[in-house]
């Protein structure tokens, strides 16, 4: 087999491990202390409150299906692409937070701070971090065309 | 193009089982959730109001203490107070030692970003841990004083 798709395959593969270790350690943090991810929600002001709470589980449930899926290979595309969108949700709903000088507060790894909690740090976050993702689907996805 | 339906309909198929399920937990376990609404050691300490802030602001042994991060603190903070951080909390307070004599003598006041916010409770208990223990928490955070037009400082 070619060497160079030989070290993109395993660089796609160490990549969707360590997003999906990500997304576990994120959900897992977030179902510890769910109702820390409910009030964070609700801080953003975009949703009824009565919604937040079965939104807040269903997300924190959906994260931690993702990061399954990439962590154990079963169906990781799919994973990959969820894992973007759901990024890229987040990253609208960060700027539009932003835009309107909302102080938020993530809550995405509990008390655990990874590469910052400010505004900025949580936006470069999130960037890097779908465009891992996008990586890895669009990997995925050439090669199997 | 084939794929890309097949994969955005295996998303769609995942978040509409998350949110079934979620929806029956949110149902079922509602109580459950509200029983981890604060860190557990939340109950050691008392929480005052924006009026009794304001007179314990009034005495000039009173420390207030917001443990918003530093970009927060920045953009806008209570007139006087020091910013001792959840996420940095050892250096900030050893800032705060070198600059503010007899604290253990202190009442202090520690608030975050509002009523939803975690941290204030948190540096509490690290201030707690320390052996200072007159701590107070003012609960409606910088959201009730920002909402209630008080003048507020900022390093900008």
């Known amino acids: 087999m070619n060497k160079g798709l030989v070290f993109e395959r395993r660089f796609v593969l160490v990549l969707r491990i360590v997003l999906g270790a990500i997304f576990l350690l994120a959900g897992g943090m977030k179902f510890r202390a769910p109702l820390a991810l409910v009030k964070a929600i609700e801080a953003y002001r975009l949703l009824p409150e009565t919604v937040v709470p079965w939104l807040a589980i269903s997300l924190l449930l959906f994260e931690l299906l993702i990061g399954l899926l990439l962590v154990t290979g079963w169906q990781w595309r799919i994973g990959a692409l969820g894992a973007s969108l759901s990024l890229l949700v987040f990253l609208m709903v960060l700027a539009s937070a932003w835009l309107r000088q909302i102080p938020i507060e993530c809550s995405c790894f509990g008390a655990i701070t990874f590469l910052g909690v400010t505004p900025q740090a949580m936006l470069f976050r999130n960037m890097l971090l779908l465009l891992i993702a996008l990586f890895c689907y669009v990997a995925d996805f050439k090669k199997q065309s | ?156």
């Open chain 2, 1 to 156: 193009m084939g794929k890309l339906i097949r994969d955005f309909s295996w998303i769609l198929g995942m978040a509409l089982v998350c949110g079934l399920i979620g929806g029956i937990v949110t149902v079922l376990r509602p109580l459950e959730l509200a029983s981890n609404s604060r860190s557990s050691f939340a109950q050691n300490f008392s929480k005052i109001s924006i009026s009794e802030f304001q007179k314990l602001m009034q005495h000039k042994q009173t420390l207030i203490l917001d443990a918003r991060a530093h970009d927060f603190f920045r953009l806008g903070h209570v007139p006087s107070a020091k910013n001792v951080s959840r996420e940095k909390f050892a250096e900030d307070w050893a800032k705060v030692m070198k600059q503010v004599p007899d604290l253990a003598q202190r009442q202090m006041v520690v608030y975050c970003s509002g009523i939803d916010c975690d941290d204030s409770f948190q540096v509490a208990e690290k201030l707690a841990s320390l052996g200072l223990t007159h701590v107070l928490i003012f609960e409606g955070g910088w959201e009730e004083w920002e909402a209630a037009r008080l003048p507020k400082e900022s390093d900008e």
